[in-house]
C-alpha cells in the first residue's frame, strides 16, 4: 500500500539550528521554549504546553526546569503512554513526567494520559476534551528513528485525522527504538499499544520546539526536512507548521544536503 497523503502542503521553512553539542542544544531550546511560554503568559495569564519525553529530551527538560519561570501559571499535558502500563512503572512517561518535570517545576496543573485505564479508547476522548478545552501554546515534538512524531509511527500517522488522542499500535522499528534506548530488556517486553496525541493535535499547538540529538536520528532528521510529505515519514509534518523551532546537534544534522553552520558551544 503506498503511503498515505494529505492535503496539506509544505509550505513553510522550519528554523533549523544546528549545536555543537546535546546539552548545547538543550539549553537553546530551552530557551526558545521559556520564550513562548513567557508570552503566553504575558498576553492570556497562562500557558497550556505539550511535554515530549524520552531520551532526547532530557537535556531540553533539564535546562527547562532550571530556568525561573512563573510555572504557577502552567499547565503541562503530555503526549503519549503505553497501554495497560502503571505511572509506577520504570518506563511509563507518566513517570519520566513527574520525576524529571512535574516536581521539580510545579505546574499549575499536570495532566496525564492514564495508560492503564480499564477503558482505553474512553481515557483517549477524556484526554481529548481536556487538549480540546482551550489553545496549545507550545508542543515539544521529537522524531523517531521511523520518523515518529509522539507515537505516531508510519502506518499509524493521518495528517488530516479527526481523533486528537487515540489508541495506536506501535510498529517494530519503534518497538525496538525503546529497547535500545534501555527503557526495556527486549521486543516482547515493549507494550504493543500506546495512547497518543495525533498529528491533529499537536498540530493545535501555535508552536513546535523539536529537540533531535544524536546520529541514530540522522536519518529521520534528513527524510523530515528533505523528503516529500508523507506519513511515511510523520515528522515531514513539520515542515507545514507556522511556527517549528528545530534544534539539531552535529550528529543528527549530518545527512542533511544542506548544511548550516554548527554554533558554538555555549562559554
Known amino acids: 500500500m503506498p503511503p498515505a497523503q494529505s492535503t496539506l502542503a509544505p509550505h513553510f521553512e522550519p528554523n533549523v539550528s544546528i549545536h555543537s553539542t546535546p546539552d548545547d542544544l538543550g539549553r537553546n531550546a530551552a530557551v526558545k521554549s521559556a520564550e513562548i511560554i513567557n508570552a503566553a503568559i504575558s498576553a492570556r495569564g497562562h500557558a497550556r504546553i505539550l511535554v515530549a519525553t524520552g531520551n532526547s529530551q532530557l537535556n531540553l527538560i533539564k535546562h527547562l526546569a532550571a530556568m525561573k519561570l512563573d510555572w504557577g501559571k502552567v499547565d ?39 495508560g492503564d485505564a480499564c477503558n482505553a479508547d474512553a481515557e483517549a476522548a477524556r484526554y481529548s476534551e481536556l487538549l480540546m478545552e482551550g489553545p496549545i501554546d ?35 522499528a519503534c518497538r525496538a527504538q525503546q529497547v535500545r534506548e534501555g527503557h526495556f530488556p527486549d521486543d516482547a517486553s515493549v507494550p504493543r499499544e500506546a495512547l497518543s496525541v495525533t ?31 508523507s506519513t511515511s515519514c510523520p515528522a515531514t509534518l513539520v515542515r507545514t507548521h507556522p511556527s517549528a523551532f528545530v534544534y539539531l546537534d552535529r550528529d543528527s544534522a549530518s545527512k542533511l544536503s544542506r548544511r548550516t553552520a554548527v554554533l558554538p558551544s555555549a562559554s
Not at 491533529?200 to 528533505?226: F, H, I, Q, Y
Open 76 to 114: 503541562g499535558f503530555h503526549l503519549d503512554e503505553y497501554v495497560g502500563m502503571s505511572a509506577h512503572h520504570p518506563a511509563s512517561f507518566r513517570l519520566w513526567l513527574r520525576t524529571r518535570f512535574a516536581e521539580k517545576v510545579h505546574p499549575r496543573s499536570m495532566h496525564y494520559i492514564h
Open 138 to 172: 507550545l508542543a515539544f515534538v521529537g522524531f523517531g528513528e521511523n520518523g515518529h512524531i509522539a507515537f505516531n509511527d508510519p502506518h499509524a500517522a493521518d495528517f488530516n485525522d479527526p481523533l486528537i488522542v487515540k489508541r495506536v499500535e506501535l510498529d517494530p
Open 199 to 229: 498529528c491533529t493535535g499537536l498540530m493545535r499547538a501555535a508552536n513546535w520546539v523539536c529537540s533531535v540529538p544524536e546520529l541514530r536520528k540522522a536519518d529521520a532528521v534528513r527524510n523530515a526536512l528533505e523528503t516529500p510529505l
